[in-house]
């Protein structure tokens, strides 16, 4: 993006990935730098790969730009294209004053094929990969400071648990709260997070991982029960997922040599902030513990799919795990 906005430019940009947010952010900055709403009117074509075949597509990269410096042409889902291999001729001699915009989403272009070849010497190959569930809050964090605000590590942990990986929704959910926040506040807190997300701070998976590691039973049956009531947007397979994370990691802390929480931060690839849930947890849940109930979320989890107990209700089945579990 900084390249485009000094005039560095390529003649193809090829943007593939299974995320599909930073192939959007490039594309949009791109259609905005360069050209001009006049010059789009007459110098950019955008068309979808369902709708065309790359001939098509060189045949409008290889015309004249009318009034711009640059033609702009802008290929959409290439994914569906079935005949990319066609691009390597026009790779090996682009035309000098067009720029040729690919987007490529939900994987990647076989870099074996001879195309991928031509890409990686004329082209700019931009792969945007999605981000591990345990590189989320630091990315919501990051993001939320460009905004000119703050949110603490916990609040972060639960946007990225209800939210999920879709950094897109996340994007869309953080600005509708940066434009929400009081007049003067500079801080984004659960209480916030409540109002307009609808996530409450009190029952959600963090929390409840958080009682299962304090081995706080009553807490984790308040959250079972608030569960029960609204099954559709409290998913047993999410919960499953969320505590199946934590129980793996676990094990691998189990077996630290080094257990500061630099350490366990590093090793387990998680917060700082986090590493303390690991010291307690292993407290209350020895390696022999932790191996049981890593076995059981597996089981349970088969059963949330309908294996085995295919007319037994989510909250039923939770509170079954939990009491497995806490006891």
Do not use: C
Request: charged residues 30%; neutral net charge.
């Amino acid at each position: 993006m900084s390249d485009v906005k000094q005039g560095n430019l390529k003649p193809v940009y090829f943007l593939m990935g299974e995320e599909s947010y930073y192939i959007n952010l490039i594309t949009d900055f791109m259609l905005e730098h360069l050209l001009t709403e006049t010059e789009k009117e007459f110098d950019m074509n955008i068309v979808y790969g369902k709708d065309v075949a790359v001939r098509d597509v060189i045949g409008l990269a290889r015309q004249y730009p009318m009034i711009a410096k640059h033609r702009v042409v802008l290929l959409k889902e290439a994914q569906d294209v079935k005949d990319m291999d066609d691009l390597t001729l026009y790779l090996q001699k682009p035309m000098p004053s067009t720029i040729l915009i690919i987007n490529y989403k939900n994987g990647s272009i076989d870099k074996r094929k001879k195309v991928a070849g031509e890409l990686e010497k004329t082209a700019v190959l931009y792969e945007s990969k999605k981000l591990y569930d345990n590189e989320l809050p630091s990315w919501i964090m990051s993001y939320v400071k460009t905004k000119g605000l703050g949110l603490d590590d916990r609040t972060a942990e639960l946007l990225a648990d209800y939210l999920g990986s879709d950094l897109g929704r996340i994007v869309g959910e953080l600005d509708k709260l940066s434009i929400t926040i009081p007049k003067g506040e500079t801080r984004i807190t659960p209480e916030l997070i409540e109002r307009n997300i609808g996530i409450s701070k009190e029952y959600n998976d963090f929390e409840l991982q958080n009682a299962i590691v304090h081995k706080d039973i009553l807490k984790a049956n308040k959250i079972a029960v608030y569960y029960s009531k609204s099954p559709k947007n409290n998913p047993l397979i999410k919960t499953i997922a969320v505590l199946s994370m934590f129980f793996s990691n676990l094990m691998l802390y189990h077996y630290l040599v080094d257990r500061s929480s630099a350490a366990v931060a590093s090793e387990l690839g998680i917060s700082p902030y986090r590493a303390k849930d690991y010291t307690e947890a292993a407290k209350n849940y020895n390696a022999f513990k932790t191996m049981n109930i890593i076995s059981m979320l597996r089981d349970y989890d088969a059963k949330s799919k309908g294996f085995e107990y295919k007319s037994v209700p989510d909250s039923e089945l939770l509170k079954e795990l939990l009491f497995k579990i806490l006891h």
